[in-house]
């Protein structure tokens, strides 16, 4: 392993897309406040030079120069494997945000490994492809080395699975969970990107890996406007009307949608012997709301094999971006999350949490969990003030496995490392409000 002595180098792998970038730009303004850490080198990389050099000049343009830090451009197409090996050589941290992850292998995860690179995280989300990683986890055992890897590392999914495992541990030792609801909202696109639109035509044809009586059952009706049995299609985005996500977000539509902690978080509480007895849900909603009706409608209308149709998905996405991109002028990035966790007890824990922008956060989450895993490796100094006092952003080291694949429900399952990693994520620039509530949940109809 490297020290704290030698330089540390992050390769951001989409590293000029709309969430990469924003992954760069916080761990540039993590790095700044950690005066005796190792200069960072941040590493760019994308296929076109024109976007990698306006991508590091965004990035440096919000921090101020230090001798501590640089930021480059590196010209790299990483479905070529002999490139992306040779990219990763000498790297404390990849991190892979060149989605979409839909039908494609864990590669760059393998590369990873084999290059023994002390760090891996990724934004993937769909459930073969987690479950791909895992297998590869398994299978290279003993022989990954040093890596530390974790797949689905953004918001949602993400943030999102260790807020679910801390409403469950607050339901009380021993207590089993019966339901799980997942629900999200984004304005627009919330500044990620066009390859969104892409990705939202595709999710359409997708299943949606939810639980039903205690047992994994995927529905093939993402876009739903009704959601598992029992799980409300209207959805309060804050816990005190008093709380900015109140103005900002308030309560809104949700429709179903195949994001993977659905399944995730009730495999990690089954290993946990805690349940689920009942279902879980994952619901997505957006602004402007008649965006939710229009592809409901279409959604009833077009075959679900349709959306799976690359020629479909983006031809629809490319006629829509005009409309799309006027309306996002409007509507803001506005980001909020809502995790709901019924005990059997009849108790309901909640957690809300809101930001200014669904793509800064998805950065910051990202940059975030790959700061920890560094942290726990020795190759990073966690932050302290001058007085040596903890900051909000956690500044104690999180205990962590020296090596593995996980997703975030499994890595933050232990309270010592879940707590203080979701002091880090909750605490963000940009966090509209965050918190948690108790009360007795409301009967299912």
């Not at 940059?367 to 006092?389: I, Q, V």
Request: proline residues 6%.
């Amino acid at each position: 392993l490297l020290s704290l002595a030698e330089s540390l180098e992050i390769l951001v792998l989409g590293g000029t897309g709309r969430i990469g970038t924003a992954v760069a730009s916080h761990l540039l303004l993590r790095h700044s406040s950690t005066s005796d850490s190792a200069p960072l080198h941040l590493v760019l990389s994308g296929r076109d030079s024109e976007r990698g050099e306006a991508a590091v000049k965004e990035v440096l343009a919000e921090r101020r120069p230090s001798s501590r830090v640089s930021v480059d451009f590196r010209q790299l197409d990483w479905r070529d494997d002999v490139d992306l090996r040779r990219a990763m050589r000498g790297a404390s941290a990849v991190v892979h945000t060149a989605g979409p992850y839909a039908g494609e292998d864990p590669t760059v995860l393998r590369a990873a490994l084999d290059g023994c690179v002390p760090v891996y995280v990724d934004l993937s989300d769909p459930v073969e492809y987690l479950d791909r990683a895992k297998a590869i986890g398994r299978e290279k055992g003993m022989d990954a080395g040093e890596t530390l890897a974790l797949c689905a590392a953004g918001a949602f999914p993400g943030m999102s699975n260790v807020l679910a495992m801390e409403c469950a541990s607050r339901l009380g030792e021993g207590v089993r969970v019966r339901d799980i609801d997942f629900s999200y909202f984004t304005a627009g696109l919330g500044g990620s990107g066009d390859v969104n639109l892409f990705i939202t035509n595709d999710g359409f044809g997708e299943e949606v890996p939810v639980y039903c009586d205690g047992a994994p059952s995927p529905t093939m009706d993402a876009g739903s406007r009704e959601r598992a049995a029992g799980a409300p299609t209207r959805v309060k985005f804050f816990l005190d009307e008093k709380d900015p996500s109140a103005v900002y977000v308030g309560e809104r539509a949700v429709w179903s949608w195949p994001f993977p902690e659905g399944t995730l978080v009730p495999r990690q509480l089954e290993a946990q012997k805690r349940g689920i007895s009942g279902r879980s849900s994952v619901g997505m909603g957006t602004a402007p709301a008649i965006w939710n009706d229009v592809m409901g409608i279409m959604v009833d209308v077009v075959p679900r094999k349709w959306w799976k149709s690359e020629a479909f998905s983006l031809g629809l996405a490319r006629f829509s971006k005009p409309l799309v991109a006027l309306t996002d002028l409007f509507v803001g990035e506005t980001h909020a999350m809502r995790i709901d966790v019924y005990g059997e007890d009849g108790r309901r824990v909640s957690a809300v949490q809101a930001h200014e922008s669904f793509r800064v956060v998805v950065g910051q989450s990202c940059a975030e969990f790959t700061l920890a895993m560094l942290e726990s490796k020795g190759l990073l100094n966690a932050p302290r003030p001058s007085d040596g006092k903890a900051t909000v952003i956690g500044s104690d080291r999180i205990p962590l496995p020296a090596q593995g694949v996980f997703t975030p429900e499994e890595l933050f399952a232990p309270a010592e490392a879940r707590r203080p990693m979701l002091e880090r994520l909750l605490s963000v620039p940009g966090t509209l409000n965050a918190g948690f509530e108790e009360r007795l949940a409301e009967v299912h109809l």
